[in-house]
């Protein structure tokens, strides 16, 4: 009896240690994305409305969706710097959007991003590889 409460206990940290290191990432809601707008960055906690591309094929929301839902929380200070983008993920059937900023890095670096109804500010890194589809993604449309 002793060796399964040991083995339960071990399973539990193994878990919340597990779940410690992997990060808090981005969330979205689980329905069907019909666009995402991007705009130029104006001013951290509000959205530009001058849309400049709209991602509305298959392949271009799943490669953003995927970007946002893999960034993970980690402080960025972003006080005194300008968004390069606005992003507003639009789902079907009326849902709220998820209005996102995004400050776009260089090809080898992590780019950030922060939901721009975040009064505390919390950021989220992407990977340098996430950096490199954002570029393609935005930068040849």
């Known amino acids: 009896m ?4 040991c083995l339960l206990i071990f399973l539990v940290l193994f878990v919340i240690v597990g779940c410690q290191i992997s990060g808090e990432t981005m969330v979205l809601l689980d329905e069907k994305i019909e666009v995402i707008n991007v705009s130029a960055g104006n ?3 509000n959205i530009n409305t001058n849309t400049i591309i709209s991602l509305t094929d298959k392949e271009s929301i799943e490669a953003l969706e995927t970007v946002i839902r893999t960034a993970v929380k980690q402080k960025v200070d972003v006080n005194n ?3 390069d983008f606005d992003i507003l993920v639009e789902y079907a059937e009326g849902f709220p959007g998820h209005p996102i900023h995004l400050w ?3 090809d080898e670096e992590p780019s950030t991003l922060m939901y721009i109804v975040d009064e505390e500010r919390v950021t989220y890194k992407t990977t340098s590889k996430s950096t490199i589809q954002l570029r393609e993604l935005l930068m040849t449309k």
């Open 2 to 5: 002793k060796t399964m409460y």
């Open 43 to 45: 001013e951290v906690g």
């Open 81 to 83: 710097s300008t968004p």
């Open 104 to 106: 776009l890095a260089e």
